[in-house]
């Protein structure tokens, strides 16, 4: 086994797993962005002439049969090889010979793992949204089927307004569907090839065609200058993480919702029992544990945000190894994400409000306001006047 930085002399037990650490598994989901982004590599180096047609096409066809055997799970990132960059290369030369070798030139791990985390976010924030989208179509048949249900709307716990199941239901469906805009947004970071950088200061002598690998992989612009590259480590990250954070703010305080709502004292909702889990002591309880599991989980996705911001705080320029502390809470936070909209998509459509107990907490308070509003239109007076009048207020002196 040869690590692409290996110059022939042994390393230290203890320094390699301290220094690899979990990239060896958290790379298993790059596999397959780092060989799309490395054939898109080999076919530029074959079009400037730097690569003959035969090998190109030889490179190409190892590295997607290496793809292949991967996703059929018959081989994995050994801590040995330390990334999917080595991982790859070692058994593309074995597959090839030396001209496997040849795959390198004009690059760096550095833009090689950009390109391949680019290319995974850019299906990660096509997947959130896929399975926000599936909330939004649970949101939207508990409004379809259950929307009429009246409901007291809150203001600090307190009863305030009349509302329903329809603008519970509508609210937090909007603002999800805002979250997923959000993520959109993050694209702009996402979606710019780093090929070509090298290790930030991009290739010595060769003349490299950064338009073709953006083109043939689909990203909207080529990172320029080089030495923004490196510096740009994080942002794309912290951006996405961000959107998931409000994402999960969202879905936690839906989740925040339906534990209260189904409480005894409340009483608004009744849980399928298929949702609920059960006390080892107590025979009667059914409790709601994957909301509040929900609801922690969201308030806990922004210490992943923290980790990232955290990792760039400070770094001078240029590259650092720092920047592998990256991956684990960006790759956690997605997964989390992933996690959560999953099941509340599910676990929503086991909601059923409770018309009786509803329709009994719209007590008479919650006309209040209304009241008001309406002496304004019938009486003409100012609606401050009208608001003391339906608080009880004593109408003030005239002269005071």
Request: glycine share 10%; hydrophobic share 45%; with cysteine.
């Amino acid at each position: 086994m040869t690590r692409l930085w290996d110059k022939g002399k042994s390393l230290d037990d203890l320094i390699l797993r301290f220094t690899v650490g979990g990239d060896h598994e958290l790379d298993e989901r790059l596999v397959s962005y780092d060989v799309r982004a490395s054939c898109a590599h080999a076919r530029m180096l074959m079009e400037k002439g730097y690569l003959s047609e035969e090998v190109c096409g030889r490179i190409v066809g190892a590295l997607e049969e290496i793809g292949r055997r991967h996703a059929a799970g018959e081989w994995r990132i050994s801590l040995a090889e330390e990334d999917v960059h080595t991982a790859l290369e070692n058994r593309l030369v074995a597959a090839i010979g030396e001209d496997g070798g040849r795959l390198h030139l004009g690059r760096s791990r550095n833009d090689q793992v950009l390109a391949a985390l680019r290319l995974y976010l850019l299906d990660v924030v096509h997947d959130l949204r896929r399975l926000g989208g599936k909330v939004i179509a649970s949101l939207e048949d508990i409004s379809a089927g259950q929307g009429d249900v009246p409901l007291p709307g809150y203001t600090h716990l307190q009863r305030a307004m009349p509302s329903s199941v329809r603008l519970w239901a509508e609210g937090f469906s909007a603002e999800i569907r805002d979250d997923l805009e959000g993520l959109t947004a993050v694209r702009r970071r996402i979606s710019r090839n780093p090929l070509g950088s090298a290790a930030g200061y991009g290739v010595p002598v060769l003349d490299l065609d950064r338009e073709a690998t953006a083109r043939s992989l689909g990203f909207e612009a080529v990172h320029e200058p080089v030495t923004a590259v490196q510096l740009s480590r994080g942002k794309a990250e912290a951006a996405l993480l961000f959107e998931i954070v409000l994402l999960l703010q969202d879905l936690g305080r839906l989740a925040a919702d339906v534990v209260l709502f189904a409480t005894a004292e409340f009483g608004f909702l009744v849980l399928d029992e298929g949702l609920t889990t059960g006390s080892s002591i107590m025979p009667q309880k059914r409790n709601p544990d994957v909301f509040e599991l929900v609801r922690g989980r969201a308030a806990r996705s922004v210490s992943l945000l923290d980790a990232v911001l955290l990792v760039t705080t400070r770094l001078p320029s240029g590259y650092h190894r720092d920047l592998q502390l990256l991956k684990g809470p960006l790759f956690q936070g997605i997964d989390e994400a992933e996690d959560m909209l999953e099941v509340m998509a599910h676990a929503l459509r086991g909601l059923r409000f409770d018309p009786l107990r509803c329709a009994a907490a719209m007590d008479e308070g919650l006309l209040a306001t209304e009241k008001a509003m309406k002496l304004v239109l019938q009486e003409g007076i100012p609606f401050r006047s009208a608001y003391r009048r339906v608080a009880g207020v004593p109408a003030r002196p005239k002269g005071e």
